[in-house]
């Protein structure tokens, strides 16, 4: 679904490294998500933002912290990647009190 | 708590024979339903949602759910499978009272063989 957009599609990095992970939509919605999604796991929610000004821990945050630029745009960071952090990457974005949720395409991060 | 368990791994079927994906859940309040789907190297599509409304719930592509109050279940059916099928399929619960929660099953990979 190209309303929501995920930059880079794949990433390679080795362990300690910083890395971030980004997201934009032209949804318009004011709901935004990072979960990740590992085999036989099925998806994990990692933080999630309902404005600009609200953050709120997943199930799964450790490691992890997020940036709520503007409405369009959440990112995802890794300050110090590690192995077990090898997953694909999806955002999210959901409008008010709907919980229906629109999926970007996904990253693929691979930490050596 | 809520809980979400999709009780096969894999299904194989041959094209044109009916699809069942099994999903069977637990909640303290009551939930929304989802089933999507994720084709290969693809993001997830919403198949069909479940929000209190008719219990019987018609999707894209030809795919309904059932949801069962009694039997905590929200099966996915289709009557006749299409190669184009082919993908692994999450069933989602979700709920809005005493927060925010969505938890996703672990998938169920449906092969379609010719």
């Known amino acids: 679904d190209a309303d929501v957009t995920q930059t880079p599609r794949n990433r390679i990095t080795k362990t300690g490294k910083r890395i971030m992970l980004e997201c934009s939509q032209t949804?318009?919605?004011?709901?935004m998500y990072w979960y990740r999604q590992d085999p036989g796991l099925g998806l994990r929610l990692i933080y999630y933002s309902f404005d600009v000004k609200d953050i709120n821990k997943g199930e799964i945050s450790d490691g992890y912290s997020v940036s709520r630029q503007a409405q369009a745009k959440f990112s995802l960071s890794l300050e110090s990647a590690i192995p077990n952090q090898t997953a694909l990457y999806f955002c999210?974005?959901?409008?008010?009190?709907?919980?229906?949720?629109?999926f970007g395409p996904g990253t693929r991060l691979t930490v050596t | 708590a809520q809980s979400v368990t999709q009780l096969d791994s894999h299904v194989s079927v041959s094209e044109g024979t009916p699809v069942l994906l099994r999903c069977n859940y637990s909640s303290s309040y009551s939930p929304s339903l989802f089933w999507y789907v994720q084709h290969p190297n693809k993001g997830l599509q919403l198949l069909l949602k479940y929000t209190s409304a008719a219990t019987l719930v018609k999707g894209i592509n030809g795919f309904e759910a059932e949801f069962k109050k009694s039997e905590t279940s929200f099966h996915l059916t289709k009557p006749s499978a299409h190669m184009s099928d082919a993908a692994e399929y999450f069933c989602v619960v979700s709920v809005r009272t005493g927060g925010f929660k969505t938890i996703f099953g672990a998938g169920t990979r449906l092969f379609v063989k010719a």
């Open positions: 999210a974005t959901s409008v008010g009190t709907s919980i229906e949720q629109y």
């Open positions: 949804k318009g919605h004011d709901r």
